[in-house]
């Protein structure tokens, strides 16, 4: 089905725009030179914004459809690596570099929580109804590949510039943009968050 895959390769692209996700911390102790003690806040700004944003979440997909919630997702997703690479041109001194990097944090909250709404609603609303724990089983196999990708960020990270790695996330989330416009627009009838994967609240 040629919605589903649309879906899926979305997916990938959500996940791909995640990339830099893991190396956000690493850079901004090594690049920014921001104190440890910074990362505790930089998870709670996650937490903050996976939270906070599922009831705009809801709100999007019961009004315009996941197609807008996936839409939204990619463009937020542009949020952190846009940050970590604006953090430089701001002052070391004073709060700018932290601040930055927690709004960074939060985004990728928010993304994480906007994916869970929209896909797995989408990929519901899309399945023919015989055919939906098909159409589940199989598009979850077809993303998870992705999950080896921060391994893949890690390589790039070793061998050029984290800069490198934030380039490839929003060219992901740009990606991912345009495939959401090819999707179903129909409004939910059930938007709720999916089922956490572990980790993914912070």
């Known amino acids: 089905d040629e919605k589903a895959r649309y879906a899926a390769l979305g997916k990938?692209?959500?996940?791909?725009?995640?990339?830099?996700t893991p190396f956000l911390v690493l850079y901004a102790m090594r690049s920014l030179g921001l104190p440890t003690a910074a990362v505790g806040g930089f998870l709670s700004a996650k937490i903050v914004g996976y939270v906070g944003a599922n009831p705009l979440w809801q709100r999007v997909a019961t009004r315009h459809g996941n197609r807008r919630v996936m839409g939204l997702v990619g463009l937020l997703a542009m949020g952190a690596p846009l940050c970590a690479l604006a953090a430089p041109w701001v002052p070391a001194a004073g709060p700018g570099r932290g601040?930055?990097?927690?709004?960074?944090?939060?985004?990728?909250?928010?993304?994480?929580?906007?994916?869970?709404?929209g896909y797995q609603s989408l990929l519901l609303a899309i399945a023919p109804a015989a055919r939906r724990p098909s159409y589940v089983g199989l598009m979850n196999s077809f993303v998870?590949?992705?999950?080896?990708?921060?391994?893949?960020g890690g390589l790039l990270v070793d061998a050029t510039r984290p800069e490198l790695i934030f380039g490839v996330a929003i060219a992901c989330a740009a990606g991912a943009m345009g495939l959401a416009r090819r999707l179903p627009a129909a409004p939910a009838t059930d938007a709720r968050p999916g089922p956490d994967r572990e980790g993914d609240a912070g």
């Open 99 to 117: 601040a930055l990097l927690a709004i960074a944090f939060a985004c990728v909250g928010a993304t994480v929580s906007g994916t869970n709404i």
């Open 12 to 20: 990938r692209l959500q996940d791909g725009a995640a990339i830099a």
């Open 144 to 152: 998870a590949p992705a999950t080896a990708l921060p391994a893949l």
